[in-house]
């Protein structure tokens, strides 16, 4: 068991990260006239276009009434366009529109951008160790949820 200076020091380092990625990645995407939402929902589409809505709010960790509104303004904009599943009309899906697949080259060179940054002077092998790291702590906390 830690010492609870340490304990405060991997919490504090913790939250710093996140809040760097947070304002690199919003400040990347302002250079292109986005916001880190959108276009990390954008991303996810450009991956699998034609997620359902509940699928979108669970790999970005977002209530379903957030995820509902974030999508109607990427609607309103030109974006995406949601459709009932054709063989479960329960479920909602989000599609690309051509104007959101405009979008994918300037977000992902913005990704790119951050992804060189973050892992400057860190090799291969050390970010597999760490997305191995990451992710042993990621599952450790959905334990908690």
Do not use: C
């Not at 276009?39 to 979108?56: H, I």
């Amino acid at each position: 068991m830690q010492n609870e200076l340490e304990a405060v020091a991997d919490w504090e380092l913790l939250a710093q990260i996140s809040q760097s990625y947070r304002h690199l990645s919003d400040t990347l995407m302002e250079q292109i006239g986005m916001h880190r939402a959108p276009a990390t929902v954008l991303w996810r589409l450009f991956l699998q276009n034609g997620l359902t809505q509940s699928e979108l709010a669970e790999q970005l960790a977002v209530q379903g009434a957030s995820i509902t509104q974030l999508l109607q303004r990427m609607e309103e904009a030109g974006w995406v366009t949601r459709q009932r599943d054709p063989e479960d009309n329960r479920l909602v899906r989000v599609y690309l529109t051509e104007k959101g697949r405009e979008k994918e080259r300037s977000i992902t060179e913005q990704f790119m951008k951050l992804q060189e940054t973050i892992f400057a002077g860190i090799g291969p092998r050390e970010r597999i160790f760490l997305r191995q790291l990451l992710t042993q702590m990621q599952q450790n906390m959905k334990k908690k949820d």
